[in-house]
């Protein structure tokens, strides 16, 4: 079992910054590929964006590319979502999800999963 748990949601406004996290519990592994997800009310879970633990190698939707940066810190067994320049309709419940097998941005890849931080952002 894997236990993940975000922090470092809350209300910022247009334009401004947020930075998440994901600590990481319980039988994690370096072959893991943990990603983010985000759900706005009303709306299907989406995908964000996700790093492979082992590579750090980053894959990121198009929504938040150039403005969203995913980063791990393997000591802490912890991943950031750095959100920049924020927008209106990137209010939503973030969370972090962690895949045992290649990750990609389908919600069934990843099996374990955190239970969400909110995001809100003011205009």
């Known amino acids: 079992q894997v236990q993940l748990v975000e922090s470092g949601g809350g209300l910022v406004q247009a334009g401004g910054s947020l930075r998440l996290s994901c600590a990481a519990s319980g039988r994690t592994s370096v072959g893991y590929v943990m990603g983010w997800f985000r759900q706005a009310p009303g709306k299907e879970r989406e995908f964000v964006g996700s790093?492979?633990?082992?590579?750090?190698?980053?894959y990121y939707a198009d929504s938040v590319k150039g403005r969203f940066t995913i980063s791990r810190d393997n000591a802490k067994s912890t991943v950031y979502l750095q959100m920049n320049s924020l927008k209106p309709e990137d209010t939503a419940v973030y969370y972090c999800a962690a895949s045992v097998t290649y990750g990609g941005t389908r919600l069934n890849n990843y099996r374990y999963w955190g239970q969400g931080t909110q995001v809100t952002v003011s205009s």
């Open positions: 790093i492979s633990w082992s590579t750090g190698s980053t």
